[in-house]
């Protein structure tokens, strides 16, 4: 068998042929490359978000996108903790590296600031309640603070 030869597309002026979802878009849509002889990228910017996406989730947590999507279904498509729909972030243990769940931006951002700790998580909380956080005097000198 010969080499595979791809099939001509006409393409206007201003414009290149994404090979990965075989659209025609506009320049504005690629990004630069130097060292291409267009100077532009071999992927649009839509198929390479995707594909560095989908690349991210399986060097980080071992999942695809489909495994992920199915975490959010079974979440029934909200963020666990603000119940606001659409969580993006998959959160895990930083410890094991085990996978907890799908979160939205915020709440993934909120526990990995609390470093994982639920004692702080609590102490948050109380503080949100409006128990006002205060350290025991046990000696002279010598405070306890709450857990």
């Not at 099939?7 to 320049?27: F, N």
């Not at 978000?49 to 690349?55: E, I, V």
């Not at 949100?128 to 002279?140: D, F, Q, S």
Request: with cysteine.
């Amino acid at each position: 068998m010969g080499k595979k030869v791809r099939e001509k597309v006409l393409v206007p002026a201003g414009h290149k042929l994404c090979r990965v979802c075989d659209k025609i878009k506009p320049h504005s849509e690629w990004h630069r490359n130097a060292t291409a002889s267009d100077g532009l990228s071999t992927r649009c910017k839509a198929c390479r978000a995707l594909q560095g996406r989908a690349g991210h989730l399986k060097r980080q947590y071992g999942m695809t996108v489909e495994e992920r999507q199915k975490l959010v279904d079974g979440q029934f498509g909200i963020c666990p903790i603000c119940l606001k729909p659409d969580p993006e972030h998959v959160d895990h243990d930083h410890a094991t590296g085990k996978v907890r769940g799908v979160l939205c931006f915020n709440c993934n951002s909120a526990i990995g600031k609390l470093r994982d700790d639920p004692n702080a998580m609590r102490r948050a909380i109380a503080y949100v309640e409006g128990n006002v956080w205060k350290p025991k005097l046990v000696a002279p000198g010598v405070y306890r603070l709450p857990s």
